[in-house]
Structures are given as C-alpha cells and as structure tokens.
C-alpha cells in the first residue's frame, strides 16, 4: 500500500477545505476504501477522518420529512424506531446488506460512494475502465454473471453494490451536500449515474463535495412496503437481483407505486414505467405481473447473467406481492 497521510477533521468547514486538495479523500467507516487502498485499486495522499462531525443525528421535521446525517451507521438506522415507524423499506434494506459487524461501521454517506464489486476493477492485473480509464472491460467477454442487464454502455457493464440506495431510490429521496461554494441538494435519482463513456465516474457528486445527509419526505407506504434481496447466501453475499417496492393502497386499489432494483445496473434502478403501470390497478398477482413484464423493457442479459432476465421479473412480483401483504 502506498504511504498516506491521516487527519481527523473536527469542523466541517475544515473537513471541506481539507478535501478541496486533489489526492485527499474522506474516510468514514473505512469499510470499502481501507479494501480499495490495502488492493491498490485507489491510491490516495491523504486521508480525512470525519467520524468526529456532527453528521449522525436521525429526526423528523414538522412536514414529516426525516432526515438522516451522512454519519449516522447502518445498523443505527436499521434500528432506529423512527425509521423503522416512517420509512420500514430503508430499514429492511440496510438490513439485507453486508453483516452486523459491517453495519456497525459503515455510514450513510460511505454506503451511497461504495464502488462496485466487479471482480475485474478489483483486479489491479485486469483490464476496468472503471479503475483504468481506457483499459479495456474485462467483465464484458469474461465471467459476468454478477453484472447489469439495463442501462449498459460497451465501457462497463459493472452493477452498484448498494442495497440501502436502492429503498433510497424507490423512495426519491434527496441527497445534501456541502463543499466550498455552499450547499446543494441533489435527487437521490440522479446521485448515480450509467456508465456510458465515462464508468470512471460513479455519481455526480463534484470534487470537493461533502456528502452531508439524506433527506426522505412524508409518504403513505410505510403500510405497505417490502426489500426482497436475491443472493447466493441468505447473509453476507451481495444482490443478484433485489426490488424495492413501496405501494400506497386505497380499498385494493394501487393509489402509488414505487419500485427500484438492484444488481442490475450501474445505479440503483427505478422502474418508473411499471410504477405507472401500477396506478390506478388492483392490487393483485395479475397486475403485478403486468407491471413486472413492462419493468423488463430494455433489458440485455451476457454469457453468465441471462438468468437474471428470468429471475428479476420473479422477484418484482414476489416484492410486490410481500407489500401487499398477499404473498
Ligand atoms: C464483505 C463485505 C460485504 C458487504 N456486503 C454488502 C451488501 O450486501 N450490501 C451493501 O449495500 N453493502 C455491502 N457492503 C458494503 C458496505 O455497505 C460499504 O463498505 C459501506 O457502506 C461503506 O461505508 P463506510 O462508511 O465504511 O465508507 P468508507 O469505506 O469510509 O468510504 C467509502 C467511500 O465513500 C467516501 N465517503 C464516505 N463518507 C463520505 C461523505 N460523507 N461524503 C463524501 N464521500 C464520502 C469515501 O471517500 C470513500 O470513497 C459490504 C462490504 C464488505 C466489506
């Protein structure tokens, strides 16, 4: 590993004037990047704790929007009883995700900036236009089972790893963020982005920014929302495929529906179309199987990753059906 310089931030402002150098990052639970840097996939100068900023606080203003600090843990959201009260998908989703030990130091922010687990950016003797702008993808003719099926370019066919991002993404949550010229919020939706020509770039995050908090506004689907994550391990093993699906229902009518997906794409993948494809319907097998053939629109499996042309349909349903409570 490459020698590196570390520093605590105490302020934000200090935390923001620190990373506005090029070579410095942040480091908060060091559950990805310590990996990254121990495998020589990033190689930074310096590193900035920000575990002493006060950026961990859960609550809920008056419009009922919660707010969440980039700080606070996985496993303290998971648990906490306003989460699990206001928004129960970002809960069941933070829970499929990693170990309890994991949970315990990963944070909000560090889980939204975690890079993909394509085994060929982890492998610094293979090509990744990812770690190695113009090298070549490896993933694309070789062993792709883990990788997209939507949104694809012919640089990078690699998948976010996140399971938290996507009940973030079916739930449209915004994401703050602060950095030298002040702060901005930006759409959950729009936070990750397809790799197209540049999967060098994961998000739209600029240099200099500093991931602050999320912020989740008041919804009807805390009744009715369900994480179903399909993996080769009941624990500890990343999505093949898994839906996130939040229904507001009326008398066994789908007022409104949200659904994202993930394992199968560059970001957190919301399926706008079958969510509107739900509204207005019964809430039943039979429209969910419609909205889950409609969500499958555009979709381009590889040698090793066909089956998830199959399976992801399957588990659109089954999700929806376990938000309906009819599965
Ligand atoms: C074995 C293993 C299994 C896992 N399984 C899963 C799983 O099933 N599902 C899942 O979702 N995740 C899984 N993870 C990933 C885990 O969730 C992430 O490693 C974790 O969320 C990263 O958070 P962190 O605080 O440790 O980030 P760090 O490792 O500290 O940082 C990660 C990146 O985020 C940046 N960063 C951190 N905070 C900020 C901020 N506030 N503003 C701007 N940039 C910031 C850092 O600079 C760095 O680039 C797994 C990880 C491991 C090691």
Request: proline share 5%; charged share 20%; glycine share 8%.
């Given at each position: 590993?490459?020698?590196?310089?570390?520093?605590?931030?105490?302020?934000?402002?200090?935390?923001?004037?620190?990373?506005?150098?090029?070579?410095?990052?942040?480091?908060?639970?060091?559950?990805?990047?310590?990996?990254?840097?121990?495998?020589?996939?990033?190689?930074?100068?310096?590193?900035?704790?920000?575990?002493?900023?006060?950026?961990?606080?859960?609550?809920?203003?008056?419009?009922?929007?919660?707010?969440?600090?980039?700080?606070?843990?996985?496993?303290?959201?998971?648990?906490?009883?306003?989460?699990?009260?206001?928004?129960?998908?970002?809960?069941?989703?933070?829970?499929?995700?990693?170990?309890?030990?994991?949970?315990?130091?990963?944070?909000?922010?560090?889980?939204?900036?975690?890079?993909?687990?394509?085994?060929?950016?982890?492998?610094?003797?293979?090509?990744?236009?990812?770690?190695?702008?113009?090298?070549?993808?490896?993933?694309?003719?070789?062993?792709?089972?883990?990788?997209?099926?939507?949104?694809?370019?012919?640089?990078?066919?690699?998948?976010?790893?996140?399971?938290?991002?996507?009940?973030l993404?079916?739930l449209g949550a915004e994401?703050?963020?602060?950095?030298?010229?002040?702060?901005?919020?930006?759409?959950f939706?729009?936070?990750?982005?397809?790799?197209?020509?540049?999967?060098?770039?994961?998000?739209?995050?600029?240099?200099?920014?500093?991931?602050?908090?999320v912020?989740i506004?008041?919804?009807?689907?805390?009744?009715?929302?369900?994480?179903?994550?399909?993996?080769?391990?009941?624990?500890?093993?990343?999505?093949?495929?898994?839906?996130?699906?939040?229904?507001?229902?009326?008398?066994?009518?789908?007022?409104?529906?949200?659904?994202?997906?993930?394992?199968?794409?560059?970001?957190?993948?919301?399926?706008?179309?079958?969510?509107?494809?739900?509204?207005?319907?019964?809430?039943?097998?039979?429209?969910?199987?419609?909205?889950?053939?409609?969500?499958?629109?555009?979709?381009?499996?590889?040698?090793?990753?066909?089956?998830?042309?199959?399976?992801?349909?399957?588990?659109?349903?089954?999700?929806?059906?376990?938000?309906?409570?009819?599965?």
């Amino acid at each position: 590993m490459k020698p590196f310089q570390y520093t605590k931030a105490v302020t934000q402002q200090s935390a923001i004037e620190a990373i506005a150098k090029p070579g410095v990052k942040i480091i908060a639970g060091g559950t990805n990047l310590v990996d990254l840097m121990k495998r020589g996939v990033t190689a930074p100068d310096k590193l900035v704790d920000i575990n002493n900023l006060p950026l961990k606080s859960i609550s809920l203003d008056k419009a009922g929007q919660l707010h969440i600090g980039a700080l606070a843990l996985n496993s303290t959201v998971s648990e906490s009883p306003l989460v699990l009260e206001q928004q129960p998908l970002l809960a069941m989703a933070l829970k499929a995700g990693a170990s309890p030990q994991l949970r315990n130091m990963a944070t909000v922010g560090g889980n939204m900036m975690q890079r993909t687990r394509c085994a060929y950016f982890y492998d610094t003797t293979m090509p990744c236009n990812k770690r190695q702008p113009g090298s070549g993808c490896g993933a694309l003719e070789g062993y792709n089972r883990m990788h997209a099926i939507f949104g694809t370019s012919n640089k990078c066919i690699a998948v976010h790893p996140s399971d938290m991002c996507v009940a973030l993404a079916a739930l449209g949550a915004e994401v703050t963020v602060s950095s030298r010229k002040g702060s901005r919020v930006i759409p959950f939706t729009d936070f990750h982005r397809l790799p197209g020509d540049h999967p060098e770039k994961d998000n739209t995050l600029a240099d200099g920014e500093l991931i602050t908090g999320v912020v989740i506004s008041n919804n009807k689907f805390a009744k009715n929302s369900y994480y179903l994550k399909i993996r080769d391990r009941q624990s500890y093993a990343f999505a093949l495929v898994s839906v996130a699906a939040a229904l507001e229902i009326n008398n066994g009518t789908i007022k409104e529906a949200r659904l994202a997906m993930g394992g199968v794409a560059h970001k957190p993948w919301r399926l706008y179309d079958a969510e509107k494809a739900l509204a207005g319907k019964p809430a039943n097998e039979e429209s969910f199987n419609q909205a889950a053939q409609i969500a499958m629109q555009g979709a381009k499996g590889y040698q090793f990753n066909s089956f998830k042309l199959k399976l992801a349909p399957a588990a659109i349903t089954e999700a929806l059906k376990h938000a309906a409570g009819i599965a």
